[in-house]
Nanobody, 122 residues
Framework: EVQLVESGGGSVQSGGSLRLSCAASGITFNSYCMDWFRQAPGKEREGVATINIAGTTTYADSVKGRFTISRDNARRNVYLQMNSLKPEDTATYYC????????????????WGQGTQVTVSS
């Protein structure tokens, strides 16, 4: 059974930091691109950051320079370090796994986590 389990969400004031973690099981972790998505109330789910199997990262423009995605293949974990948080970062954050081929990531998500809530107050 595939499981992606997020942790590290919570409430923080504007300008603060949080570190999200996602523990993966049931997949060959180092064969998957790993993503973080988020969904705010009344809005569509959006991609926040991606890290491929080579460790190359991409970010949404809204979080560039503030968020950092990383992975630890030995621990089968992916992380999202979030600094300089803003109220507009308030959302449920989801970990996701995409199959990888030749360091390219599939367009669709193969597996989702259950989500962790991040609330940023002004």
């Amino acid at each position: 059974e595939v499981q992606l389990v997020e942790s590290g969400g919570g409430s923080v004031q504007s300008g603060g930091s949080l570190r999200l973690s996602c523990a993966a099981s049931g997949i060959t972790f180092n064969s998957y691109c790993m993503d973080w998505f988020r969904q705010a109330p009344g809005k569509e789910r959006e991609g926040v950051a991606t890290i491929n199997i080579a460790g190359t990262t991409t970010y949404a423009d809204s979080v560039k320079g503030r968020f950092t995605i990383s992975r630890d293949n030995a621990r089968r974990n992916v992380y999202l370090q979030m600094n300089s948080l803003k109220p507009e970062d308030t959302a449920t954050y989801y970990c996701a796994a995409k199959r990888s081929s030749w360091a390219s990531c599939a367009a669709t998500v193969a597996y989702w986590g259950q989500g962790t809530q991040v609330t940023v107050s002004s």
